[in-house]
């Protein structure tokens, strides 16, 4: 691991030499093109483009009911019961972001409200092969369910072997109403513009490759997207009070996702730094991900040593991680310094790992620094807002001479003259 | 105005072999460029582009405070007064809109929860001559201001003769922490980036030209932006119950806005429908935006008359209007109707203008049938949700089979063995 230290001037000058994504114009253009493919051609452009990617030959891209059915006999009993347990847990959890709308009847004569509602379609994306991830399937899911959505459509990428029977499972437990087999941008242009086949939607969620996320991009404001992901990070902020065990195998939970992704110890005490690095080498060599959790030790790992608890706290919201472990005595001491994160670990026993699975918080959270403006996906996610307003004429009457004075400054005569008219005998 | 009838199907078909907006390749290419270009070159790109697009030679970027206090004092007193009466109703609107945190102990040993907070930086991008509104600079400063956003940093376009003292004074009422005079793609870019002189923000929100919208569009996960805009447009819903004088007015005060708003009455009645389109030409005679408003309703306008007022709604929903005025006795009975709008003015005297400019409602509003899924602006789009959980061992060891288990079946090892070293001996 690398390990950086110094005043905080110096740490944030040598963080932010780090990596810069170059902009891949080519992918860019091969996703524009299968996007206008699809639009113009529809079910004709999915089947082609389908045995082109996936090399799959599909008549009918709907997974029938019964073949949901059946992966639920198709996986162990066992595996069910704890994604149920899961789905509680994400369920209670979620209920609590529920928002209600509101009036206001302050001011005689005048009402003023917010409707929100459900959205009417969400689209799930869920990716195949090695990255199918049924926890996934649930946290993507069930937000849009407690929203309210009526119309759930969760696509995935056909494989040679047929589906991956775990996820189907998730899908029929999450509660997905339809489910596709169609991957890639081809799936995203598809729920964008509809097909015959595909159904059209509002928002499209969930993770994907660089085709899926470009493709999400190309068609947003078409529909909705949730946000760009990029490589995932973990920061860990510790003293030498806590674990280096716990630590390390912490860091390696996030190592072992992907080449990219980014394990941070921000810590004050060097000694401490030090046992983490060799307890990250001790355990690495069990892993069965070894290859892929080594690489991103290597590339991206990082011992931080920070001259205070304070500066820790600043280096790590200029991070602004998608996780963040505080393993600190009296953790929730240190909420309050919390500018920048998607989730927040506290203490020994909140493992990272028992967020990506189970305590409820959604795990589809903003990375590569964009915790900054962005939020875990959530109910807030599938709702829409509407406001209303009804005034009576006395009302009105009261207000009208600011509102002309301001349309006529803007140079809006018609904005102006719709308020009057109310107020003139028709002639 | 057009005139649509016959079965609801019949009029969907028609309603949807309307407009396609094709892509614009090439300004795509040019905004690609000036953001790389700015990117890169930081204020040096800025000056150039300034010069290059605005004509405009500039030394430094930054409006003082004492540009922007003086503005308050070239501008007539009735009009701030307004202002300040227009963001006093803002203000109590979104005010009910603040949302709070949440903390959940129901199960022993497991806390979990969310918190709610601002964003720290929000960039308010204001166009510059004529479609300069001082109304939309309060509309989009104020939520911010109530999310508690600490600084909120506005840009312009420099013009030929200084800024439009009207713009500055609502900056000056709404509480923009930092004015900047600098406009189009290159203004997106630095405050997405950063420049020496200009601050880099979190999110960007604000209407603009093209250029402007695709540069957001460009820039969208680098930092955060508002919904992507076009043309604008309003929807009444009307019987014959209805004044034709009044709904005639409102559907002008849409059309004069641009050549592409759409204003759009659905009616029962088709002699209702008659009596608008009458009104609308006799008072158009009388505008002095007379040229744009009859361009707009002689290409967009449309009455359609449904066969039912369930059939109005629905053609409504499908069209999800920006705007949607509600001309029906007894208007409130219809809200439940309203799945997709952005802002609902029910009755006879809730004229459009008066949300654009009064009630309190933002008018910041999803166009072009996003309504669907995107919202008004609002409190939530400055605010940034972070989850937070802690457990205890024993809490841990509860659920911790039912963790591994999961992980496992994912093939994340690393994720499974950071919950089960809590439970092993050190060896």
Redesign the interface.
């Known amino acids: 691991m690398r390990f950086i230290s110094g005043d905080k001037e110096a740490i944030f000058q040598q963080l932010h030499t780090a990596v810069v994504d170059e902009a891949q114009i080519e992918t860019e253009l091969a996703v524009?093109r299968i996007v206008a493919d699809v639009r113009e051609n529809g079910d004709e452009a999915l089947k082609r483009l389908t045995a082109q990617f996936d090399g799959v030959t599909l008549t009918d891209f709907r997974v029938s009911q019964s073949d949901l059915d059946d992966a639920l006999q198709h996986v162990e009993a066992?595996?069910i019961?704890?994604?149920e347990?899961?789905k509680e847990n994400i369920l209670?959890?979620h209920q609590?972001?529920k928002?209600s709308g509101?009036v206001?009847t302050?001011k005689r004569g005048?009402?003023?409200g917010?409707?929100v509602?459900p959205?009417?379609t969400a689209g799930i994306y869920v990716p195949g092969g090695?990255a199918a991830?049924?926890?996934s399937v649930l946290m993507n899911i069930l937000p849009a369910k407690i929203a309210g959505v009526p119309r759930i459509i969760m696509v995935t990428p056909p494989g040679a072997d047929g589906l991956n029977p775990?996820i189907l499972a998730a899908a029929k437990i999450a509660g997905a109403d339809e489910v596709y087999q169609v991957g890639g941008a081809q799936a995203v242009a598809a729920l964008a513009f509809g097909t015959a086949s595909i159904p059209k939607v509002?928002?499209i969620v969930g993770p994907g490759n660089m085709f899926v996320a470009l493709a999400k991009?190309e068609v947003?404001?078409i529909?909705?997207i949730d946000?760009?992901a990029g490589p995932s990070e973990v920061v860990v902020v510790a003293d030498a009070t806590a674990n280096p065990?716990?630590v390390a195998?912490?860091l390696?939970?996030q190592?072992?996702?992907d080449k990219l992704a980014r394990a941070i110890l921000i810590t004050t005490s060097e000694p401490f730094g030090q046992a983490v690095a060799s307890e990250v080498e001790k355990?690495l060599r069990?892993?069965?991900?070894e290859e892929i959790?080594r690489a991103s030790i290597a590339n991206f790992g990082q011992v931080i040593v920070a001259d205070s608890i304070e500066a820790a706290f600043e280096i790590m919201n200029d991070i602004a991680p998608e996780h963040l472990e505080i393993q600190l005595e009296n953790?929730?001491d240190y909420?309050s310094y919390?500018?920048?994160?998607?989730?927040?670990?506290?203490?020994?026993?909140?493992?990272?790992?028992?967020?990506?699975?189970?305590?409820?918080?959604?795990h589809v959270l903003p990375t590569s620094g964009?915790?900054?403006?962005?939020?875990?996906l959530?109910v807030?996610d599938f709702c829409?807002?509407?406001?209303?307003?009804?005034?009576?004429?006395d009302?009105?009457e009261k207000?009208k001479?600011?509102?002309v004075?301001?349309?006529e400054?803007?140079?809006?005569?018609?904005?102006?003259?719709?308020?009057q008219?109310?107020f003139e005998e028709?002639n």
Chains 1, 2 share one sequence.
């Open positions: 524009k066992d595996f019961q704890a994604l347990q899961a209670s959890y609590k972001q928002q509101f206001d302050e005048v009402m003023r917010q409707l509602r959205l009417e090695t991830y049924p926890s775990y509002d928002k991009r947003f404001g529909v909705d946000m760009i065990r716990f195998a912490d390696l939970s190592a072992e996702h355990q069990t892993l069965p991900r959790a953790p929730m909420l919390v500018k920048n994160a998607g989730s927040v670990f506290l203490g020994a026993y909140a493992s990272e790992p028992l967020g990506d699975y189970f305590a409820g918080p959604n964009t915790a900054r403006f962005f939020s875990p959530g807030a829409k807002r509407t406001s209303f307003i009804s005034y009576t004429k009302a009105l207000e001479d600011a509102i004075l301001l349309a400054k803007e140079g809006l005569t018609a904005h102006a003259r719709a308020i008219i109310r028709e």
